[in-house]
């Protein structure tokens, strides 16, 4: 239990305490077993323990950061699906805005073929209109000329 607690205390201080720290806490740990005396071989162990928190802090560090980065992911991506919703809305308000001015554009070439029969058919009928003014106008000219002739005989 002892042991627990004290893994416990350390690994808390050990991620309070950050890398550069940890590694300056075992370099103190080492030197202390170095100098000799009853503790050095506890210092020893206890520095090794710390080398291994050490590792684990890293790997917990690494973790983390693996962690934000798929959350900051996650949230671009619910970024990106909501953004690729809106385009598609846009796209399906675009789509029928097209829809509905081709069927313009259909109307109004449907209109010009149209105008432009008219223009034929009313060209035709000015034609054949001064073909019969003149045709009338040659009679009336004509006439006015028999009955001169007449006259003056």
């Known amino acids: ?3 627990n607690n004290r893994d416990v ?3 808390l201080s050990v991620e309070s305490l950050g890398q550069e720290n940890i590694t300056k806490l075992e370099k ?5 077993a170095k ?3 009853a503790s050095a071989e506890e210092f020893g162990h206890l520095a090794d323990e710390i080398a291994r928190l050490g590792g684990q802090n890293q790997a917990l ?21 909501a953004r690729v919703s809106q385009m598609a809305e846009r796209l399906d308000l675009l789509t029928a805005a ?16 149209e105008g432009r029969k008219a223009k034929i058919d009313a060209d035709t009928a000015l034609k054949q209109l001064r073909a019969s003014y003149d045709a009338a106008e040659k009679k009336t ?3 006015q000329t028999e ?4 006259v003056t005989e």
């Open 61 to 81: 560090q690494a973790v983390k950061a693996l962690a934000d980065g798929t959350e900051a992911l996650s949230k671009s991506q619910v970024d990106a699906q």
């Open 141 to 143: 000219s004509e006439y």
């Open 147 to 150: 009955v001169s002739r007449l």
């Open 28 to 32: 103190s740990l080492r030197d202390l």
């Open 98 to 113: 097209t829809v509905k001015a081709k069927a313009a554009e259909d109307q109004a070439a449907q209109a010009l073929v």
């Open 1 to 3: 239990m002892a042991s």
């Open 9 to 11: 205390k350390m690994t």
């Open 35 to 37: 100098e000799g005396g």
